[in-house]
């Protein structure tokens, strides 16, 4: 196969729907100020032809929103139904995930993801009173999350943390564990609405890091909070994975493109969450055929600048073990947040230098067989 600028993109997310049926109080994401648009499947299967055509890796095809949910099981079926003949005639195989709040999920959608082999993420930022005080939905979701359970598709939830939830996070662990959501991932939410109130403080984020840690002790061989294995386990390595969300240069552009339904491609999903975004983070389009491999590094570049600008201070940084590093589609419009982040991980790494260092290797080690 003839190399392109895309050769080697194995995780493809596909904005299926740029609208949500959600609105909650911390959400980055600009769909509720554009006007609802359809993605016709004649124009999916043009971009996702012509994808296959230029990636030489077996793929992972991520649903991504808005909510995915929006679009009908029958919509979905001929989507998955047209990515497999696509990926089939380039010689690929590619495998389906869906990140959905879960308020939509019918039983009509049960059957399609159990069909197509999904694997499922399901938003969830605690029990009722925390969950529905940002988001809503919360019954619904609950709902969703036992439906995906009993057909094996849940992967595990995600809950964004936030001035709604940062000191809650016993409540949080103890809810999923009745739920018997055995996967778990906690992430900082960034602040890109321009409401400066919500953005979490250096303490705030703190508080939150050192309860999670003491939750994962006590909790870990009942549910994995999987973020955090992987700082464990690099805390004790000082090993710092490569291309990944928490590295100091993400796989976004690399191995990761995002795809809107006029084809217009970005690194990630995040890059289209605010208008300033989508103008400056825009990589080309699925459909030319033209864009070389050096014009693409250039813009690959430009995206990874904020990287290249902290580098020096990154690497000689005693907390870059457990960072997250910076996110250059978040971080460019919300400067607050990863300085604060920044604070708070360095104070976290002098805490889990305190603990005992048996106890972290005891869960390493219980999830050394793992594929996290």
Same mark, same amino acid.
């Given at each position: 196969?003839?190399?392109?600028?895309?050769?080697?993109?194995?995780?493809?997310?596909?904005?299926?729907?740029?609208?949500?049926?959600?609105?909650? =109080?911390?959400?980055?994401?600009?769909?509720?100020?554009?006007?609802?648009?359809?993605?016709?499947?004649?124009?999916?299967?043009?971009?996702?032809?012509?994808?296959?055509?230029?990636?030489?890796?077996?793929?992972?095809?991520?649903?991504?929103?808005?909510?995915?949910?929006?679009?009908?099981?029958?919509?979905?079926?001929?989507?998955?139904?047209?990515?497999?003949?696509?990926?089939?005639?380039?010689?690929?195989?590619?495998?389906?995930?869906?990140?959905?709040?879960?308020?939509?999920?019918? =039983?009509?959608?049960?059957?399609?993801?159990?069909?197509?082999?999904?694997?499922?993420?399901?938003?969830?930022?605690?029990?009722?009173?925390?969950?529905?005080?940002?988001?809503?939905?919360?019954?619904?979701?609950?709902?969703?999350?036992?439906?995906?359970?009993? !057909?094996?598709?849940?992967?595990?939830?995600?809950?964004?943390?936030?001035?709604?939830?940062?000191?809650?996070?016993?409540?949080?662990?103890?809810?999923?564990?009745?739920?018997?959501?055995?996967?778990?991932?906690?992430?900082?939410?960034?602040?890109?609405?321009?409401?400066?109130?919500?953005?979490?403080?250096?303490?705030?984020?703190?508080?939150?890091?050192?309860?999670?840690?003491?939750?994962?002790?006590?909790?870990?061989?009942?549910?994995?909070?999987?973020?955090?294995?992987?700082?464990?386990?690099?805390?004790?390595?000082?090993?710092?994975?490569?291309?990944?969300?928490?590295?100091?240069?993400?796989? !976004?552009?690399?191995?990761?493109?995002?795809?809107?339904?006029?084809?217009?491609?970005?690194?990630?999903?995040?890059?289209?969450?605010?208008?300033?975004?989508?103008?400056?983070?825009?990589?080309?389009?699925?459909?030319?055929?033209?864009?070389?491999?050096?014009?693409?590094?250039?813009?690959?570049?430009?995206?990874?600048?904020?990287?290249?600008?902290?580098?020096?201070?990154?690497?000689?940084?005693?907390?870059?073990?457990?960072?997250?590093?910076?996110?250059?589609?978040?971080?460019?419009?919300?400067?607050?947040?990863?300085?604060?982040?920044?604070?708070?991980?360095?104070?976290?790494?002098?805490?889990?230098?305190?603990? =005992?260092?048996?106890?972290?290797?005891?869960?390493? =080690?219980?999830?050394?067989?793992?594929?996290?």
């Amino acid at each position: 196969m003839k190399r392109t600028p895309l050769s080697n993109v194995c995780e493809l997310h596909v904005e299926v729907s740029d609208s949500c049926n959600l609105h909650c =109080d911390y959400c980055y994401f600009i769909a509720k100020e554009k006007v609802k648009s359809s993605f016709s499947l004649q124009d999916f299967e043009r971009i996702i032809k012509a994808f296959f055509q230029k990636t030489s890796c077996d793929v992972t095809f991520v649903f991504h929103g808005g909510e995915p949910l929006m679009c009908s099981p029958e919509w979905i079926d001929k989507a998955c139904r047209i990515t497999h003949d696509c990926a089939k005639a380039n010689g690929h195989m590619v495998c389906f995930h869906l990140q959905t709040n879960g308020t939509l999920l019918t =039983d009509k959608h049960i059957d399609v993801l159990s069909h197509h082999h999904f694997t499922v993420n399901v938003s969830l930022d605690g029990p009722a009173e925390i969950h529905d005080s940002v988001r809503g939905g919360y019954k619904q979701t609950i709902k969703a999350i036992e439906l995906l359970r009993k !057909a094996g598709l849940l992967i595990g939830t995600i809950s964004v943390i936030g001035k709604h939830n940062y000191n809650q996070v016993h409540h949080i662990v103890e809810h999923l564990l009745a739920l018997g959501v055995s996967r778990y991932h906690f992430n900082i939410g960034s602040i890109l609405n321009g409401n400066k109130n919500l953005i979490l403080s250096e303490n705030e984020i703190l508080t939150y890091l050192q309860d999670s840690y003491h939750e994962f002790a006590r909790t870990y061989q009942s549910a994995c909070n999987w973020v955090l294995l992987g700082k464990l386990r690099r805390f004790v390595s000082k090993e710092i994975p490569q291309l990944s969300c928490d590295s100091p240069i993400c796989g !976004a552009a690399i191995h990761k493109i995002h795809v809107k339904s006029n084809g217009n491609f970005y690194p990630c999903g995040s890059c289209v969450s605010k208008q300033e975004g989508i103008r400056t983070f825009l990589l080309g389009n699925i459909l030319d055929d033209n864009l070389s491999q050096e014009e693409y590094e250039k813009r690959m570049s430009a995206f990874h600048h904020l990287y290249f600008a902290h580098r020096e201070v990154c690497m000689n940084c005693k907390a870059q073990t457990v960072c997250d590093f910076l996110c250059p589609a978040f971080d460019e419009f919300d400067s607050e947040t990863i300085t604060n982040k920044c604070k708070a991980y360095n104070a976290f790494i002098d805490f889990l230098e305190k603990q =005992d260092l048996a106890e972290i290797q005891s869960i390493i =080690d219980f999830y050394k067989d793992e594929n996290d």
